[in-house]
Nanobody
Framework: QVQLVESGGGLVQPGESLRLSCAAS???????????MGWYRQAPGKQRDMVAT???????NYADSVKGRFTISRDNAKNTVYLQMNSLKPEDTAVYYC?????????WGQGTQVTVSS
């Protein structure tokens, strides 16, 4: 089992920034099997969509809607992935989920709410 715990969500105004963190814990074998990690989001009444992913080597991929505003990074030594979100817009409002696919299973965090509103 791999446990993913997100933090850093909240209520901000348009144009402001937030930084999300996701810490992974579990057996050493399962943690070593993590390759890519990523952030997804789900707005009310919509499907869960990919926001950004990062491989263990640091290669990144972003949804078009967040390119240039969001930055994903990871600290392999701490088994932690981050999402720096700048210039936030109301349409970024959603529950943000951390994801870690492994050979043992596809793991999700419990989600953290991000609300962008004036």
């Amino acid at each position: 089992q791999v446990q993913l715990v997100e933090s850093g969500g909240g209520l901000v105004q348009p144009g402001e920034s937030l930084r999300l963190s996701c810490a992974a814990s579990g057996s050493a074998l399962r943690l070593r099997s993590m390759g890519s990690m990523g952030w997804y989001r789900q707005a009310p009444g919509k499907q869960r969509d990919m926001v950004a992913t990062i491989t263990s080597g640091g290669s990144t991929n972003y949804a078009d809607s967040v390119k240039g505003r969001f930055t994903i990074s990871r600290d392999n030594a701490k088994n932690t992935v981050y999402l720096q979100m700048n210039s936030l817009k109301p349409e970024d409002t959603a529950v943000y989920y951390c994801n870690a696919p492994t050979v043992f299973g596809n793991y999700w965090g419990q989600g953290t709410q991000v609300t962008v509103s004036s």
